[in-house]
């Protein structure tokens, strides 16, 4: 018979639906699985076990958007393994290891993890990182398709109505400093109002601490990190790296960077730095030994390098990332590679004092490297955070327990603004669940705007629009919201693919420093920093689970919710009021009951773009319709809290 194994499940609070049954009854719970593991055409991931340990018993999976995911219903401490079969029902693997069990500890009290999704109206979630399986061909491996090992049950003290989940053990745990702020994304090159082009001659021009003149203004604002994109000497827009040990002579020196660091981190601000590890630009030492000595270079091995001749005249043909042959990639096999990246992260980590990385393009690097890459990191900072850019593809490759703590979300990014601008909240509704389902459990980096996309007000139409895609970003998406320096103020650009600048010039111009904003301006800057004064007193729009309440084209409907608190967030994209959802839109009923018998008051409401003082009551009522007390206002968004205490 296969292994015994612990695979637990923990209690979730849920006190008004605790046991009064018998400590003897065994409990069948409704388990939804989410499986990632690629098999061959005609071959399938099954669940054997639960009645019985043959292969024509076993209950099949069925594939969906990069997952093996199904419902069953499983006796509490069933014991199970996964298999692959055919569709002749023949057993191809064995999962490796020890059973998996069905359990309730019952030592651990009424516990809830605020920071994971919820389930989608099932008891258990179990999501199983990758999976090792025994082929027939393993010495090890037994062919039990037509062997009865017995059913592996044991009984165990539960309750009809035990809401359960599973932890996911591969899940990145992210420093509290990171998974709770607000963060600030600066692009320095533009930001400052740098030259294009670095003749790396001139000597350095100390702007990077011409940051003081934002150090009040970003406290006040009340964000909790600054991410700063590429500040290494370089050729260029910084993505062309050419010393990774110095700050561009544009910006200024290491000491002056050292001393802005210092004052951030004494107003509680963290600094994350943006690692451009995939590739150089040609002017660094080692592509320009290259360029020298050719194949016979030292340093050949760090780089693609193959025999012909490149467009830039080398005497060898390289790999460029994206065709682009200013930037050689970099080959993170090579134990030259690997000891100059890792030094860098050491020196930045712990000597000049940063907190993170964001990662460039590092789904263009094997997972494998980024994990020696993260035991660097954090024997150098143990609170440090790791954050991969990603855009396509399954996250989870990169992000996990011992790789990368986060991800640029660039799967939702679209859908928080597009859906304002388009008048279809289904949008958003749909990738949001969408990620939850793929990405439960991880806390990734949201956003409306970065150095790479359009400006967010040049995407807009109307007044309020401003106010409802930060109020989607900053509530209604979960994981950590990042904005875009000038994005707060209405900033606008177009890149270059849209008709802006060359080099993306016009989504990167220098800031503007408070004091030369306009009234419009300051009345967008208000808004935002009254939402993020909203976010920080309430944990629960911070760590809180997201589920989408109710909505229509226009209308939305967002619970987040904590131990301490119940928020509601509501949207009203339309140019009218109204009354409330139709009577068609039905409620999300764990999150009605959820809301039953409370009324939450206003904590902030803003219409057309402006802030709206009066107060307000939102509540569900005996029939499980939501009432407003005054309705949807005018393209609003208005934040609700279940108490008005406060962290």
């Keep these: 018979m296969p292994k015994s194994g612990n695979f637990s499940l923990i209690k979730q609070a849920n006190s008004h639906q605790r046991s009064t049954t018998s400590r003897m009854q065994v409990t069948a719970h409704k388990v939804k699985f989410n499986i990632r593991h690629k098999v061959k055409l005609n071959q399938h991931i099954s669940v054997v076990g639960p009645q019985g340990w043959r292969a024509k018993d076993a209950q099949q999976l069925q594939w969906r958007e990069g997952w093996w995911t199904g419902e069953l219903e499983l ?10 079969s ?21 030592t651990l009290e009424e516990h809830r993890f605020p920071n994971e999704d919820p389930l989608p109206n099932c008891d258990v979630l179990a999501q199983h990182g990758p999976t090792q399986f025994l082929s027939p061909n393993d010495p090890d491996f037994t062919d039990n398709s037509d062997q009865d090992l017995g059913t592996g049950a044991q009984t165990l003290p539960g309750s009809e109505q035990n809401s359960l989940r599973i932890r996911d053990a591969a899940n990145p745990v992210i420093p509290v400093w990171a998974s709770n702020s607000v963060w600030y994304q600066v692009y320095p090159l533009g930001f400052f109002d740098c030259v294009l082009h670095n003749g790396h001659e001139e000597p350095p021009e100390d702007r990077i601490s011409a940051l003081a003149l934002w150090f009040d203004y970003l406290e006040e604002l009340g964000v909790g990190v600054v991410l700063f994109n590429p500040l290494f000497e370089s050729d260029s827009h910084g993505y062309d790296t050419t010393d990774y040990f110095k700050i561009d002579r544009r910006l200024g020196t290491v000491d002056a960077f050292r001393k802005v660091v210092q004052e951030l981190h004494s107003r509680n601000i963290r600094v994350v730095l943006d690692g451009v590890f995939n590739h150089t630009g040609r002017n660094h030492a080692a592509f320009l030994d290259c360029r020298e000595h050719g194949l016979q270079s030292e340093y050949a091995t760090w780089y693609k390098l193959r025999p012909g001749s490149s467009p830039c005249g080398d005497s060898f043909e390289y790999s460029a990332w994206e065709g682009h042959y200013g930037l050689p990639e970099l080959n993170h096999d090579d134990p ?18 940063v ?36 855009i396509h593809g399954d996250y989870r490759r990169w992000v996990s327990r011992d790789v990368l703590h986060s991800a640029t979300n660039y799967q939702l990014s679209h859908s928080l603004w597009h859906s ?42 109307e007044p309020g629009d401003h106010v409802l895609a930060h109020g989607a970003l900053l509530f209604a998406a979960g994981g950590m919201p990042c904005l875009y320096y000038g994005d707060e103020y209405g900033m606008k650009g177009l890149g270059t693919k849209d008709g802006g600048a060359l080099n993306d010039a016009d989504l990167r111009k220098p800031a503007l420093a408070p004091q030369q904003l306009t009234a419009e301006g300051q009345t967008m800057i208000k808004a935002v920093a009254l939402m993020l004064e909203i976010r920080r007193q309430y944990a629960c729009f911070q760590q809180g689970r997201v589920t989408v309440l109710a909505n229509s084209n226009e209308q939305l409907a967002v619970v987040r919710e904590d131990e301490n608190h119940i928020g509601l967030v509501l949207f009203n994209c339309s140019a009218h009021a109204v009354d409330g959802f139709p009577q068609y839109v039905g409620l999300d009923a764990a999150s009605a009951r959820l809301l039953g018998g409370k009324v939450l008051q206003r904590v902030l409401c803003f219409s057309n773009g402006r802030q709206v003082q009066t107060s307000g009551t939102a509540a569900v009522d005996k029939v499980n319709q939501l009432v407003v007390d005054g309705g949807f206002l005018p393209s609003s968004m208005a934040v609700y809290t279940s108490t008005t205490t406060k962290l």
């Excluded at 990738?431 to 807009?460: A, I």
């Design 75 to 84: 006796p509490a401490s069933c014991e199970y393994k996964l298999i692959i």
């Design 355 to 390: 907190d993170g990385w964001r990662l460039d393009v590092a789904h263009e690097i094997s997972p494998t490297f980024w994990r020696e890459f993260a035991e660097v990191c954090t024997a150098a900072r143990t609170d440090t955070c790791l954050v991969g850019e990603l």
């Design 86 to 106: 055919s569709d002749k029902n023949e057993i191809v693997q064995w999962e490796e290891g020890a059973n998996r069990v069905v359990s309730v500890d019952e």
């Design 336 to 353: 030259g590679v690997k000891q100059m990246i890792f030094d860098v992260a050491r020196f930045w980590l712990a000597d000049v004092g």
């Design 420 to 461: 304002v601008v388009d008048r279809n909240y289904f949008e958003f509704v749909h990738s949001l669940q969408r990620c939850q389902e793929l990405y439960g459990g991880l806390h990734l980096l949201e956003f409306v705007g970065n150095h790479d996309v359009q400006r967010l007000t040049s995407r807009l139409q």
